[in-house]
């Protein structure tokens, strides 16, 4: 069973640097409003998909958070039975911390949001607010405007005739996008503030001309009463030209140099590789999805350069980890690590030709998604019973019509779940099912999204005592194909949702005011 750890002893812990992962299973709403720095943030339904790359050394020394603990506990008995040897769960949570007036901060990804205000600050990025950038189009002056969010995110919506660009993507690409538009001015933005800044602070150190941030990005577009555009597929990029390569290969060259970037050869990246069994290693392909899926080397997981260094603490909970990157060169990798070495993660490394090198050393590259199944999450698969949508529709008409649960986020369940279900988050499912259903006889079919989670919340609805619950094959998914009704709303909710935070335009005007101010006010400790 996990030990429990004090506040005094965790924070000795986290002020000497040890190499420590500590976890915040509560959901990120009630993460965002407060939490320990330092922490990652991995709702407990999300542990079984997540920490494995999050955590990826089984052996390291893992705390674990909630509010009081009780959720903590039963997390970290899920850490324990997908091999985690050294968990410890924090004595009365994050409450209890806090009532010994021990550090909070609030907000998602701070580490990376706080790092980009302080590279506007202290590099005196350009910017440009969104009056003027709608003035400047209005009057017809050549712009190239380069949304560096995920493609997902920018067909959602983007400044009107923006066009995708993700962020890890800019150095290699930008020559061949700024020659469809010679003498435009380039104008980096995102949803809020990082992205931007960061993009824009990549030109600028490549030395290009008229180069801006959008200040606030598409918020701050939305707050000077402007319409975005929606469903925008501006998404292929150019292929690197031989001029626009060699031109981002001598940037990454440079900025590996100056930021103590180290490269690894394949030979040398063995060598790492081989070290993964007994001390934290991150292998990480910064490329698009589609390279990765068309194949990579074994072992790397991907995540895109930008959304890296924009969730440093998504992509790597033990600082004191060896971080290594890997694209199809060195360009994109090279500049992954100069921003983490620059956000202070010290053993950073950059794979020297990438996957090319890999392969022409004889080496095989994997195709396909690679994402590891946990053979816990096996087992549940193997066993858990499953209805399709037509037998759940029959039973609900029936005599004894089961309970139905949907376990996701209170916004996908609002979005529309199967009538009269009720949402209960599988982060609290031992916690309160007794509240929904006290007679452990009642059966029960539980939902989701896309019948993932759903499969192990009826695992441990079964190790409970509810024998004759199932999970929805498919999910809501599966229900929504066949063209069955949906319910939409937050019906039969009991508790106000705390467990997603909103992003984008998704915020209401006064939250979309105050985010983007709280996130200002982290670069003010930078002015001299």
């Excluded at 950059?350 to 195709?367: D, F, I, N, Q, R």
Aim: net charge negative; charged share 25%; glycine share 10%.
């Amino acid at each position: 069973m996990a030990r429990e750890i004090t506040a005094a002893a965790l924070a000795q812990l986290l002020d000497a640097g040890s190499p420590l992962a500590l976890i915040d299973v509560r959901e990120h709403g009630e993460y965002n409003l407060a939490h320990i720095p330092g922490a990652s943030s991995v709702p407990r339904r999300q542990l079984e998909a997540r920490i494995g790359r999050l955590v990826p050394f089984r052996g390291a020394d893992v705390a674990v958070c909630d509010d009081t603990g009780r959720r903590a506990m039963l997390a970290a008995r899920t850490l324990e039975r997908l091999g985690y040897a050294r968990v410890a769960v924090l004595e009365g949570g994050v409450n209890q911390w806090a009532s010994q007036d021990r550090p909070t901060e609030w907000g998602m990804n701070v580490p990376s949001k706080d790092f980009g205000e302080k590279v506007e600050v202290q590099h005196h990025v350009p910017t440009i607010d969104a009056a003027e950038l709608a003035r400047r189009q209005r009057q017809g002056e050549a712009l190239l405007i380069v949304d560096t969010r995920t493609p997902e995110e920018y067909r959602r919506f983007c400044i009107p005739g923006g066009r995708s660009a993700p962020g890890g993507e800019l150095a290699l690409r930008i020559h061949d996008l700024v020659r469809e538009r010679p003498g435009a001015t380039v104008v980096v933005n995102c949803a809020g503030r990082t992205r931007s800044i960061i993009g824009a602070r990549v030109l600028q150190r490549m030395q290009l001309p008229n180069v801006v941030s959008l200040r606030n990005g598409t918020s701050g577009w939305l707050l000077a009463g402007l319409e975005l555009e929606r469903g925008a597929d501006r998404v292929a990029l150019p292929a690197p030209s031989p001029q626009g390569r060699a031109a981002a290969e001598a940037f990454a060259a440079r900025v590996a140099a100056e930021d103590g970037v180290q490269l690894l050869t394949v030979a040398e990246l063995q060598k790492v590789m081989a070290r993964a069994g007994s001390e934290s290693v991150y292998l990480i392909d910064v490329r698009t999805r589609e390279e990765y899926v068309a194949g990579h080397i074994p072992g790397f997981w991907w995540m895109p350069g930008g959304q890296a260094v924009q969730r440093a603490d998504d992509t790597v909970a033990v600082r004191a980890g060896t971080v290594v990157f890997c694209c199809d060169g060195t360009v994109r990798a090279s500049v992954t690590a100069s921003w983490y070495r620059q956000m202070g993660f010290a053993d950073v490394f950059a794979v020297t030709g990438g996957t090319t090198a890999w392969a022409a050393a004889g080496l095989p590259l994997t195709p396909g998604e690679d994402e590891p199944v946990e053979p816990l999450v096996a087992e549940a698969r193997r066993h858990v019973r499953t209805v399709a949508a037509a037998e759940l529709a029959a039973r609900l008409a029936s005599a004894r019509p089961p309970v139905v649960l949907y376990v996701d986020p209170s916004d996908r369940f609002a979005a529309g779940h199967v009538p009269g279900a009720r949402w209960l988050s599988r982060s609290w499912l031992e916690l309160r099912i007794a509240e929904l259903v006290p007679d452990t006889k009642t059966p029960i079919v539980v939902t989701d999204e896309d019948g993932h989670d759903a499969v192990l919340a009826v695992a441990t609805l079964l190790e409970m005592g509810y024998a004759d619950a199932a999970a929805l094959a498919g999910g809501t998914a599966a229900w929504r194909q066949e063209s069955r009704p949906l319910e939409q709303g937050l019906t039969g909710v009991m508790r106000p949702p705390d467990d997603v935070v909103p992003a984008g335009p998704d915020r209401g005007y006064a939250d979309m005011i105050n985010y983007l101010r709280w996130e200002e006010k982290l670069g003010q400790k930078y002015v001299p």
